[in-house]
């Protein structure tokens, strides 16, 4: 009997970014992809319960502060209020270093492309103990002109990164990025610093690939970057809303109503549903009803991990990715459906 292969050792990990979830749905995808980031104190209430459970293990938190709207506030968590009434704080290094997390990230406001003042800032600052900090990008950071400012900011600063990416939707919607990410990737291996993408999308999977430490791709779409207002139509028209379901062989998500055309899906959580990824071809005037989207979640993380085990398992992972890339593209063509840009332009 031959032993089963490992991966090479310089491959990352793709693990799920939940929003709010249940304690059952983290552990579930925990398990499944063999971590889970939470998110924002949502995320650290779980992560609590799990601990008291004796749970807590490939559990890892991402702050969220940038999903604070406003002056920030002082959360209120149990155990967690300042002492000093006249200097409320919430230490979220601290908090996350006493959890005996494996990673503890910095907090990281949202930095607007070019304020070259508030990234430094977030990479010079000192901390009691081993951080990641985290950069809260727009997409326009990896663009062109300032992906270069960016990585010799990285390279001065030698530090490990948590990076989300911002944007109204896609944050990597140019070839242009898809190279400005590639050249953060290069940096990490080059300096053996970590890089972790937090609350990205599929492109994490060739990201782990190529030098990350670590991939946590979101389940929804609200999780699979970090959105900014989105304008209303102009003839005031609301448009259906359907479940978005990640489809393994588009190696990426697809709205309920465009199911129809394409492979169906036979993972535990569809084969015990019966009806396969038709339930998901359904349309509502308002959002989606939030046991549809528990359902779809579901199903997500079922085909996603999938997927990821398929790559990471397989003797020649990049090998594997590259045949599983031009699969979807295939597909996207036959279907006419827009494949997204790091599909056709990774190499
Ligand atoms: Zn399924």
Redesign the pocket.
């Known amino acids: 009997m031959s032993t089963p292969r490992r991966p090479p050792r310089s491959l990352g990990r793709v693990q799920a970014y939940l929003g709010r979830c249940t304690t059952g749905e983290a552990v579930i995808n925990r398990d499944l992809f063999g971590g889970v980031t939470l998110q924002g104190l949502h995320g650290l209430r779980t992560a609590r319960a799990l601990q008291r459970a004796g749970e807590l293990h490939g559990v890892d938190l991402d702050p969220a502060a940038y999903l604070a709207r406003g002056k920030p506030k002082t959360p209120v968590v149990e155990g967690q209020l300042g002492f000093d009434l006249e200097l409320p704080y919430f230490d979220w290094v601290e908090t996350q270093a006493e959890l005996g997390l494996r990673v503890v990230r910095t907090a990281g406001p949202r930095i607007r492309t070019s304020d070259l003042d508030v990234l430094k800032a977030e990479l010079d600052r000192d901390y009691p103990v081993p951080v990641s900090v985290t950069l809260v990008l727009d997409g326009g950071w990896l663009g062109s002109k300032n992906s270069g400012i960016l990585a010799e900011q990285l390279r001065a600063a030698d530090r490990d990164v948590s990076l989300v990416l911002g944007a109204p939707f896609d944050p990597l919607d140019s070839t242009l990025k898809v190279a400005g990410l590639r050249r953060l990737l290069r940096w990490s291996v080059r300096t053996n610093r970590k890089l972790e993408l937090l609350r990205t999308g599929p492109i994490g999977i060739p990201a782990i690939a190529a030098g990350a430490k670590l991939a946590a791709i979101g389940l929804s779409t609200s999780t699979r970057h970090l959105g900014g207002p989105v304008a209303r139509r102009a003839d005031g028209v609301k448009p259906k809303r359907s479940p978005q379901v990640f489809v393994p062989k588009l190696l990426h998500w697809q709205r309920g109503s465009a199911l129809s055309r394409l492979p169906d899906?036979g993972?535990p959580?569809?084969a015990q549903a019966g009806s396969g990824?038709r339930r998901f071809d359904v349309a509502f005037d308002s959002a989606v009803p939030a046991g549809v989207r528990a359902a779809a979640r579901e199903?997500d993380a079922?085909?996603l991990s999938s997927v990821v085990h398929a790559v990471t398992g397989a003797a020649d992972p990049k090998e594997e990715l590259a045949r599983l890339r031009l699969d979807a593209q295939e597909l996207a063509a036959e279907v006419d459906i827009v494949a997204p840009k790091w599909l056709t332009s990774w190499d």
């Open positions: 899906c993972c959580a569809c990824l199903h079922h085909a």
